[in-house]
């Protein structure tokens, strides 16, 4: 069945970064896209972007350009979100989700990552 | 960007009522969007995808419909399991945005 297995919850100091990860199985990994998407209680969903995994070939939602990173290890079926420069407004939990002829029809089960001195 | 005006953001209900939501988009997208439940710590699950078709394993009472900006999701007969938030996105185009999400609870 297909599944995507996010990385731990992160705990993080402002000015730092971390990388994230979203293993998937189940599925043909190349064939379908993987998208990011940040979560708080105040703004709701954001979506961050989302790369290609068959090329690499990355595409970002303009609020996220510098703060986001996505890559992609084929070989091991794995996309990566690295953020950066954190501050206590990237506190939240992050999902991916893989797009494909349907959209965003399987999300990991999310990562909180919490900024704070 | 699209933005998604999801309305109601809160809904009280009772086991057995029809449940209504709406999302309306600020251009056309034409049929391309989902709905999806998502219970209190747990991740999204699609339960509508390309405005009116079930995803496989979904029950029956869910569905969907609209076209081009207004959009209708509706649960025909409310059942304890489904008090969650519901929340809408739009396909269309990049950024993929969200609605901000309808939370149901129990009277």
């Known amino acids: 069945q297909v599944q995507l297995q996010q990385s731990g919850g992160e705990l993080a100091k402002p000015g730092s970064s971390v990388k994230i990860s979203c293993k998937a199985s189940g599925y043909t990994f190349s064939n379908y896209y993987i998208s990011w998407i940040k979560q708080t209680t105040g703004q709701g969903l954001e979506y961050t972007g989302y790369i290609n995994t068959g090329s690499g070939g990355t595409n970002y939602n303009e609020k996220f350009k510098g703060k986001a990173t996505l890559t992609v290890d084929k070989s091991s079926s794995t996309a990566f979100m690295q953020l950066s420069s954190l501050t206590p407004d990237d506190s939240a939990v992050y999902y991916c989700a893989r797009e494909g002829a349907i959209s965003f029809d399987y999300w990991g089960q999310g990562v909180m990552v919490t900024v704070s001195s | 960007d699209i933005q998604m005006t999801q309305s109601p953001s809160f809904l009280s209900t009772s086991v057995g009522d029809r449940v209504t939501i709406n999302c309306k988009a600020s251009q056309n997208i034409n049929r391309y969007l989902n709905w999806y439940q998502q219970r209190l710590g747990e991740a999204p699950k699609l339960l509508i995808h390309?405005?009116?078709s079930l995803q496989t394993g979904i029950p029956s009472r869910f569905s969907g419909s609209g076209s081009g900006t207004d959009f209708t999701f509706t649960i025909s007969s409310l059942q304890p399991e489904d008090v969650a938030t519901y929340f809408c996105l739009q396909h269309n185009s990049w950024p993929r945005t969200f609605g901000g999400g309808t939370k149901l609870e129990l009277k």
């Open positions: 390309n405005a009116n």
